[in-house]
């Protein structure tokens, strides 16, 4: 079942596509992929085709397009369904540890291997390895994942050469083509994970998928915190669908998670969401400020464009401030200022699906 499918994608899709099932609604149901709009329903399609072969698959798209969660599907639709699924974020990975991390070691390795230690690919064995994050991968690190993909055989540190029988799915937030062009991403490994490509589209570009996703997460976040069910007021679909979601899906799950826990009433109104209002008024023309003073005007403005950037930047490091901070290049007790002047919470940021609040 070893992954030496490598450079043919086209090839693998097709000799299957005969006997693929067409995509069902309810099947992806089961798997939590809530959404109707051509393009998701093209990736799942797709998604649908990549799980019946059993070859290597990098999928890409934006932060929090669901890429975890159709890497999963692929595993759960697939025959390796009851064997491990074992996810690892290759950014976490110490430069140090690569080798022991993705293929164990041996008893007395090192120093402090006072233990025999399995790795990842070990514990995924007859599954699927999930590689998120693989852009953050140091060169050690590609390099090693690059000889083991070229054979599914690995040497533990300190042990003895072993076969694996793993499929590999590996996801990137990043362009790897553009990775390559700026020398941060091995060529050759690209084409190694590059056999059955996915692309998951953004949030913005999916219609009224917004919506659909967000009935969703209020029927499951309110049966969750015990709240009585609410619905999406109408006033709020239109901002909903105005508003840009650079965090995708993961941005809307934590907002509406947020909304639950802070809001009473049967009406999901998105009173207290100037993130979601920003877009509209950067883009609004200039007579919404008709009858305001200038210094109000922009006051407001600004209040606005803070409070959305912030918002953005703890939903894209799931509130972690230090990491924030050096992604905004604002020092971090000046950015926690700004957290606080505006109310946010950073613990409501933390991933809403490994987040028991
Ligand atoms: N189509 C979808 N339907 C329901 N929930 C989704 C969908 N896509 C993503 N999610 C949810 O959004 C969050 C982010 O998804 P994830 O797979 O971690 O994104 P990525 O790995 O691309 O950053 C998760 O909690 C996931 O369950
Ligand atoms: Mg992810």
Known sequence: MADRAQGASTEVVSRTSDRDRAASPAEFARLNLVGQSA?????????????????TVLIEGETGTGKELAARAIHYLGERRNAPFIPINCGAIPENLVESELFGHARGAFTDAREAR??????????????DEIEAMTPRAQIALLRFLHDHEYRPVGGAQRAANVRVIGASNADLVTCVERGTFRQDLLFRLNVLPLTLPPLRARGDDVLLLAESFLRR????????????????????????????????????????????GPAFDLGSLRAVESDAVASSPPTSFMGKRFQEAKASVIASFEKAYVTELLSRTRGNISEAARLCGKERSRLGKLVKKYGLEPSLFHDASSDGC
Not at 118 to 131: C, K, S, Y
Not at 223 to 230: D, E, G, I, L, R
């Open 39 to 55: 393009p998701f329903l093209e990736s799942l399609q797709r998604l649908r085709k990549i799980a019946s072969c059993d070859a």
């Open 118 to 131: 399995q790795g990842v690919i070990a514990q995924a064995e007859g599954g699927t390895l999930f590689l």
């Open 221 to 264: 976040f309110c049966q969750q915190y015990q709240k009585p069910a609410k619905s999406v007021d109408p006033d709020a679909i239109a901002q909903l669908r105005a508003y840009s979601w650079p965090g995708n899906v993961r941005e809307l799950e934590n907002l509406i998670q947020r909304e639950v826990l802070l809001t009473e």
